[in-house]
């Protein structure tokens, strides 16, 4: 995992000032260059964000141990956090100033297992950004298989600062 700035209390994380001052692409690329700090639960689950451009984001990730299920296989909800977020940042990239997004409802489809220390990538595009909502669709691959793993959607409200 590259060495990205992760948020490890509140005070590493970003004043609603600071956040209206960009837009939404600025922000997602500060994080991505390290100048502003990630979200904390990256840290826990072991994702970093990878790419970012306007409308489209990538985070990569490795679950763990710690990320399984009773049974042995990697829990639904690590799946779901890392599209979540994602999702979530495709659209993030395409707000102006002053405006911030926060998820509504997100949908997850687990295609198939993935194998515990296994390298994914979820990426994630956004299909609208209106005035108050916006919508995005994603895909979680293993990074040397190419194999789908997971497919999301997600619609997100979005708020003035």
């Known amino acids: 995992m590259p060495e990205q700035f992760i948020a490890r209390s509140p005070a590493d994380l970003p004043t609603p000032s600071a956040i209206s001052a960009m837009s939404g692409l600025e ?9 502003m700090a990630g979200a904390p639960i990256a840290g826990v ?11 489209r984001v990538a985070f990569r990730g490795t679950p763990r141990f710690e990320h399984l299920n009773p049974m042995g296989g990697v829990h639904g909800g690590w799946y779901g956090t890392l599209l979540d977020s994602a999702l979530g940042c ?9 405006r911030v997004y926060t998820t509504l409802e997100y949908k997850v489809n687990i295609t198939r297992a993935l194998p515990p220390g296994m390298l994914v990538e ?14 995005a669709e994603g895909w979680l691959r293993g990074v040397e298989d190419g194999k789908l793993y997971a497919t999301g959607s997600t619609t997100c409200i979005i ?3």
């Open 90 to 98: 495709a659209v993030a990239t395409t707000l102006p100033k002053g």
């Open 45 to 55: 689950m072991d994702f970093y964000l990878h790419a970012v451009e306007e409308g």
């Open 122 to 135: 979820a990426e994630a595009r956004a299909t609208h950004a209106g005035r108050s909502t916006g919508v």
């Open 27 to 35: 922000y997602m690329r500060a994080i991505l260059d390290g100048s």
């Open 159 to 161: 708020m003035q600062v």
